[in-house]
């Protein structure tokens, strides 16, 4: 098994470079990525290895690199389009919920809108205003899209292959504060299922769900829920829209806890859905009610405050104190 | 009508005009054949009309005085050119040889689409409006790499010109030299809306501003149009990049049958346009130059109906879709809310043999 | 009382017309609501009474219509947009996630985007794609945002003047397949507060939530179900962001029992907000899981088979059983 | 760089030239005053840069380079114009009176905004590129309403020109003939996207096509960039509607302190416009011309100089911001998930007294 120690970002860059390798239809869009190998480097040196028609800087509009995108799908084409960071997704909402998520339906299944949309998301990187949004909830209540997160390197490498070989269009979340953050890579595989829950930590008491940037501070809770005597089992959904609900059912069933974290708003947002969905399915094995660790109902904060909005260790302790309590 | 700018071939009358930079290289054969598309697709239009009023359809959405427009440019297209409508093109459709069946699925509300793009190298109606323009200069960047002998027409209105979607295709088209066509259908309204809301000069001068050339054109003209879109396509395959076209047209029927347009119109107006009537102009050219003979205007008038006829047969057989349907092809893969969702409905009994 | 018998559509006109009359700084801006009086006429002959310089026939554009709207806020005008139909939001998505939802923090305070844009909402009226859609979630997750829907042409006429004198934008959703149905006004008030819940048939065995369009089925459902000894409590929730909880929490905690009705597919969405803060608010005294009665996870069908997708009496009865019968 | 439709006053040498459209306005003492703030603003804007290499700032956006641009159009203004910027207006920032620790809290990321917007009449910064231009069409379209003498003046830059929300600005704008000027500050790049990409075609002529003037203007000119944009604000407080300007000038610096401007430009590049540096040939024009003694440059430096520790104090003395205030002015009225999320945090200890 040959494994290789790389950042997520050193981690997306190969996962990229296979994918173009293996598949001459796939190209890159996007703003920067080309010399610069985007603000994140993320395609960093590929325009240089397959030419500016496969990795193309695009002039300045989001909307326009979607919209441009399905064309390219239509004509049998693999784009992947690089949003530059997730608050600028916006302009491109129109495209992407009338036209990438239908297309494939209103078509009747003849073309195929087999398109990533790659999105730096999630905050903690200490930049101002629109570059630390979670905007998930948006595409996982629109049918027709797809929406993943990778969480470690390992995962980064390999969905996003797979987000590419996908029929589907993917709206691909990467959680831009673990971009260098390193880890093991299997390079041989095979993965997961790209939409496939993955149990990162057993434990008896608390189911603990989150995905992105969310699972590395869950698990830094689950060590100290661990001193405290409480045992935490972690789930990294990965897949955001479908969740892998199988997984995270059986889990609560054995457990009857569940939390549900994330760094998006909490109303009506992808937590809303977990834990209306898996009280339904688990109702009565359930101790306590799903409680959800969210960022709060307002503007992503300035940076300085941003540690203070985002679910932190603490608030995800409390909210494991809160269940755990619960009805005491 | 005396504009410097405009590119016309054809009076009102009927009388070819010379134009410095166009010339008709239609015969009288395919004119006839062409004037045959537009008789055809007036007289689908307003059997579509009548299957709207008898309730038949959901909505139609009519092209009268569109159709020298829509024939012209329609009729430019080489085979495997790919074109991106807006929901209006119906003369368009006819011409890429989709079933006029399959264009009313969208207006009976059975489908979302109704027919494969693929085949017709037409692509799907689309309703929001400029979303296609973009989708066209995509198709046309892919069209780059794959080193192809073909170009793109897409088709917008004066009223989409406004859209951001659209002028970011100039943008994308330019900086790319896409092999791309906008046809702009200028027909004077977006709705209520008149065209000059939209923009106080005339909209084909937008293109230069973007960096390639914009013409105007007498979309009433069946010869301009044909001429004026063959050259923009040739040109785009050719690698001279995109071109824009407004064709100024007027609408002569209502936006859709859900609307009412003398709210917004007076029919003075409408009677000064009736006598640039596309269809008109083109018959007193073929009498006068290429001596047709009334019989053949009545063949024509008679398959038109036949047509028609057929059209409503094939409509009226429509039958409900299966409400499970609506779960197909919603994902390429499986889908665990898909499954869920036609174990839900059909639960309910409601999907499958009915 | 001076009560008098209109449709909503009329009632949203006269609530217009009443606003305009009030503050010389409330303008209406849209396409084709002028001479037109817009697609569905809720504008019409305000043009003619008010000018053109307040009721504005705009260029076709949803980004510019809402994005001036943001620029006459600042200047201190009460802008209300008509968006032409619900699927023409999403070019606007940028301008109001980005500015409308977040200027009012950005400038701490000193701007008040008091704004409303009006949404005709919800499927039922036969249209092809695009003009029967139910975006309310993508708004609800938006913190800054409020969310409204009314549902009788009292409401409509209340409503829409309590959402033109807010300082916070409004996203004003009108059940559109209503439009024509009749109702009594008061036009004396005083009307119920804005973001209120409104009880509209008391019961005692399931608490039914909804808004819009879905409030009647839901009462017919309500009926349907007496007569099989069932006893609905029927809420109108009005309110959508925030959601009237108290009201809310109230009924569960006498019933038990939860139905959460909508027509935007379920994931994610509003009515996944509600299950699972009721259930947080109410576990100990449910008797069965909440259920969401929504739109499937598909984009919104053919109109000749959107009733089949539409929260119907038979989809809202099947629920009931369901949690009646629960764990039985 | 003779360029017939650049509008130049002042040679990159710091001679005067003649414009048939533009004749310099300004006295000495006036020159002497803005050549000031050119001063102060790019004193206050290396300080900015270095408070970010010490970790003071989170990011900064340099506008070396650009002070001619800037105070030219920033000058220009009447006291009751508006404006509205993008995220790298800090000369007009300081034109319109903001303190320049306030322009800073953004970027010390202790406030998404900074200033009191109506106090200063200058918007806050803009991020989503394009966004802020709609608004000032708005804003506009407001002034007309209310049929004040005054006028908006808005910026992009040459990569936010691709947006549709600025496209669309130039549809309403001239629709509504809106008392707005544009003022496209074209430094040559977009991050690491140069201009070409965005348009093969001088920007400025985008504006003809929707029907109102473009001026191409030597934005490294502090001579023409103060005439050419009263000039177009005098005509849009007259009513004559929009006007669009690109300031054609170059970014000297990086986009912001998290860029690396060595992976997509060559020094030789940077060099060529150091000749062309807007304070330098203001300076050259003050000698020349003006007889300006080197005492008052000295006197100029050493006021930039104190302003710069003072920038530096302010900074450093901002705290950190009490995390409760993240749910002040969310909404106008209560709101109860407000509510609670104050009710959470406070027990979380977290807000309050520190
Ligand atoms: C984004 C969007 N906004 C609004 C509408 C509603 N609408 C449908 S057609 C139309 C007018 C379009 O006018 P134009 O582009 O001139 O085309 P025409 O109908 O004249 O062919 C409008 C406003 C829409 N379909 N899409
Ligand atoms: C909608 C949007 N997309 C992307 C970005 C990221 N971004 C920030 S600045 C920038 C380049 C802008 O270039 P230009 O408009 O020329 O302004 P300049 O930085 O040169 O002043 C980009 C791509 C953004 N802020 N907003
Ligand atoms: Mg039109
Ligand atoms: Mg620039």
Chains 1, 3 share one sequence.
Request: hydrophobic share 40%.
């Amino acid at each position: 098994m040959a494994t290789t120690t790389m950042t997520m970002a050193k981690a997306l860059n190969e996962g990229l470079r296979r994918a173009m390798e293996k598949d001459p239809k796939v190209l890159l869009m996007g703003e920067d990525i080309g010399k610069l190998g985007g603000v994140f480097r993320i395609t960093d040196g590929l325009q240089k290895d397959f030419g500016q028609d496969r990795v193309v800087d695009t002039p300045l509009a989001e909307s326009a690199i979607v919209g441009t995108a399905v064309g390219l799908a239509i004509r049998g084409y693999r784009p992947v389009c690089e949003m530059q960071f997730d608050g600028f997704v916006f302009p491109a909402f129109d495209q992407i919920v009338s036209q990438v998520a239908k297309l494939h339906k209103r078509s009747e299944g003849i073309y195929n809108m087999a398109m990533v949309i790659r999105l730096p998301f999630q905050g903690g990187i200490g930049a101002i205003e629109h570059h630390s949004e979670s905007p998930e909830a948006y595409f996982a209540h629109t049918p027709g899209l797809r929406v993943v997160s990778c969480a470690t390197p390992n995962d980064a490498f390999w969905m996003i292959q797979q987000a590419i070989d996908s029929d589907d269009p993917i709206i691909f979340c990467e959680p831009k504060s673990r971009y260098w953050e390193k880890g093991e890579v299997d390079l041989d595989g095979p993965p997961r299922g790209l939409c496939e829950a993955e149990l990162r930590r057993e434990g008896s008491d608390v189911t603990v769900v989150g995905y992105g940037s969310s699972v590395k501070t869950i698990l830094r809770a689950a060590e100290a829920a661990e001193a405290e005597g409480v045992s935490l089992e972690v789930i990294d959904l990965r897949g955001i829209s479908p969740v892998d609900y199988p997984v995270v059912v059986a889990s609560v069933l054995k457990t009857g806890r569940l939390i549900a974290v994330q760094e998006a708003p909490r109303s009506a947002s992808v937590s809303s859905e977990i834990v209306a969905e898996v009280t339904q399915r688990c109702f009565y094995s359930m101790r306590a009610p799903g409680v959800r660790v969210a960022g709060y109902h307002v503007p992503y904060p300035p940076a300085r405050i941003e540690e203070d909005y985002r679910p932190s260790v603490d608030r995800i302790l409390d909210a494991v104190d809160q269940v755990m309590g619960y009805g005491q | 009508m005396i504009d410097e700018e405009l590119v016309q071939l054809l009076t009102p009358e009927g009388e070819r005009v010379d134009h410095p930079d166009y010339a008709s290289t239609l015969s009288g054969e395919q004119i006839l054949s062409m004037y045959r598309d537009m008789v055809i697709v007036r007289r689908l239009c307003t059997e579509s009309t009548s299957l709207q009023r008898q309730g038949q359809l959901a909505l139609w959405a009519p092209i009268e005085g569109q159709e020298g427009a829509q024939i012209g440019a329609g009729r430019a297209l080489a085979p495997m050119d790919f074109t991106f409508p807006s929901y209006r093109e119906h003369g368009i459709a006819w011409c890429r040889g989709i079933p006029p069946a399959e264009l009313l699925k969208l207006f009976r509300a059975v489908s979302n689409g109704g027919w494969d793009p693929l085949k017709y190298r037409h692509h799907l109606p689309t309703i929001v409006l400029g979303n296609q323009v973009l989708n066209a200069v995509g198709y046309a960047m892919g069209i780059q790499r794959d080193g192809a002998d073909e170009a793109v027409l897409t088709f917008f209105g004066d009223g989409a010109s406004s859209q951001g979607d659209v002028l970011e295709s100039f943008v994308w088209a330019s900086s790319f030299n896409a092999p791309v066509v906008f046809f702009c259908q200028n027909n004077q309204f977006g709705i209520s809306t008149p065209s000059s809301t939209q923009s106080k000069v005339p909209l084909f001068r937008r293109a230069r501003g973007f960096g390639f050339p914009g013409v105007r054109v007498d979309g009433n003209d069946l010869l301009a149009c044909y001429e004026v879109t063959r050259a923009a396509l040739d040109n785009a395959r050719a690698g001279g990049g995109p071109t824009m076209i407004e064709a100024f047209t007027y609408r002569m029927g209502a936006h859709t049958t859900s609307d009412d347009p003398t709210r917004y119109r007076v029919d003075a107006e409408v009677e000064v346009w009736k006598h640039r009537d596309p269809i008109e102009r083109i018959k007193a050219l073929l009498v006068r130059e290429y001596r047709v003979k009334p019989s053949a205007f009545e063949d024509i008038a008679a398959e038109a109906d036949r047509q028609a006829l057929q059209l409503r047969e094939d409509v009226l057989a429509m039958g409900r879709p299966d409400p499970l349907s609506m779960f197909d092809h919603v994902y390429a893969d499986d889908h665990p809310l898909i499954d869920e969702g036609r174990r839900e409905m059909a639960a309910l009994g409601l999907g499958g043999s009915h």
